[in-house]
């Protein structure tokens, strides 16, 4: 009789594949015996579990083959964007993108967290984004729903006022954690900081507030910080 053969097959999802190669294994009595040759078998087992495969549905023989399915883990990302040079006295749009990497596993339903840290100069107004759970305190915004591989969630979107004294040159950071990734990812993003236009009298000279800032009446307190 001869004795099973443990093979360890790691799979990148539930479904996996196995190619058994040829091996020696222990027979009571008789030494060391050639087992049968390389065979392939295939099935279907919950991420983290066990399965286990009779040899003989590959047509090479009787011997239980024992899987042990190991799952990959997800691995996120943080990209962090603004499209306009932010002006003094006028609102900046950051846009925060957390994907999950092509070649990693799906999250696991816990927790995926965004935070995100302002500097010096720059005082956030509002962050929300589709599908998120975002607190304007704390600057952070979470969701369960599960990331597949090589897939984003909607973006999350911060829009903060930019101060009469904001420094020319600022770096915001954002990162996340979560989702049954145990690495922190960080994005930063450095943004220069032009001083503010006079205020001319025809609603301002910055971007609308569809487009990311604008003039929204900070102006003529940074003309009066000016002057």
């Known amino acids: 009789m001869m004795a099973g053969v443990a093979v ?6 539930a479904a996996w594949t196995a190619t ?18 390389t065979g392939i ?8 579990g066990t399965a286990t495969a009779d040899r003989a549905a590959a047509g090479t023989g009787s011997t239980g083959l024992a899987f042990t399915v190991v799952p990959v883990p997800p691995s996120l990302t943080i990209a962090k964007s603004h499209v306009h040079t932010f002006v003094r006295g006028e609102d900046g749009v950051y846009t925060i993108t957390v994907g999950n990497a092509t ?14 840290v302002l500097p010096a100069g720059l005082r956030a ?21 599960v990331l597949p591989a090589g897939h984003s969630y909607p973006p999350v979107i911060l829009k903060a006022d930019v101060a ?40 301002g000279s910055g971007y ?3 487009s ?3 003039h929204d009446g900070h102006h003529d307190h940074c003309d009066r910080h000016d002057h």
Request: proline share 4%; glycine share 16%; net charge negative.
């Open 164 to 203: 009469c004294d904001a420094p020319a040159q600022v770096t915001n950071t954002a990162t996340v954690t979560g989702g049954g990734d145990t690495t922190t990812h960080t994005a930063t993003d450095p943004t220069a900081i032009n001083k503010h236009h006079e205020h001319d009298g025809d609603g």
């Open 8 to 13: 360890l097959a790691v799979v990148l999802a």
């Open 103 to 116: 070649a990693a596993g799906p999250t696991d339903g816990t927790a995926v967290t965004v935070h995100d």
């Open 41 to 48: 078998t295939t099935g279907l087992t919950r991420p983290g």
């Open 20 to 37: 058994v190669q040829g091996a020696s294994v222990a027979q009571v009595n008789d030494g060391m015996v050639p087992a049968i040759g």
């Open 208 to 210: 609308d507030g569809d």
């Open 212 to 214: 990311g800032g604008g």
């Open 125 to 145: 107004e509002r962050i929300t984004g589709s599908g998120w759970n975002c607190i304007l305190a704390s600057l952070t915004c979470t969701r369960s729903d």
